[in-house]
């Protein structure tokens, strides 16, 4: 069975890492911060409309400081890590284990760091990964391209916010699937 036979809203746990004001200015080069915010936003009400869990992780900036994360995520809860992956952070890892999803969609910044890791690290642990590339940014077009040939070469299913949720709309009798049209359109429009 395939990836896309098992891709539903029951068996999908969103992680995004590092998507905080500061690391957007210095890491990320290669995602305009309108269009990573704007497909966050998506994404969060994508997730909201299916009962998708989001899990937030982010390193401190400053030593007791609490992370502070892009407005578009200010009502979810933080994870504060020290780790360069979210799944080398062992509470994250057993937080992320007591949702039972085998399908982990990522998202975050950089590209070449915080995602790589997590995403490596989730496949590590025999999750399904799929990386949200139009919620993810990096410190050069060359580097990330790098870490997105390893990530695929390590069995990450590369996408975007669109193609996921495009991807777990529910059938034409569920109306949360217009919820989820109508996210779209929004997006592209």
């Not at 809203?9 to 992680?15: A, G, K, S």
């Not at 933080?78 to 360069?84: D, N, S, Y």
């Not at 890892?93 to 399908?103: D, E, F, G, Y």
Request: aromatic share 4%.
């Amino acid at each position: 069975m395939s990836t896309l036979d098992k891709l539903n809203p029951d068996n999908v746990l969103i992680v995004l890492a590092d998507l905080q004001p500061p690391i957007l200015a210095a890491a990320n080069k290669t995602n305009p911060e309108a269009n990573l915010k704007r497909a966050v936003s998506v994404l969060t009400e994508g997730a909201k409309v299916l009962d998708i869990p989001i899990f937030t992780s982010a390193v401190p900036l400053q030593p007791d400081t609490a992370p502070a994360l892009i407005d578009e995520l200010s009502s979810q809860t933080i994870v504060v890590r020290t780790t360069p992956g979210v799944f080398d952070d062992v509470a994250s890892q057993q937080t992320i284990a007591n949702h039972k999803r085998s399908v982990i969609a990522i998202g975050g910044v950089a590209s070449e760091l915080a995602v790589l890791q997590t995403a490596l690290g989730a496949r590590r642990l025999g999750y399904d990964v799929y990386l949200l590339t139009d919620v993810s940014g990096g410190l050069s077009d060359r580097t990330e391209q790098a870490a997105f040939r390893q990530l695929e070469a390590a069995g990450v299913t590369l996408s975007s916010v669109a193609g996921f949720l495009s991807s777990l709309i529910p059938p034409p009798e569920d109306p949360r699937g217009q919820s989820i049209f109508a996210a779209l359109a929004r997006f592209f429009g």
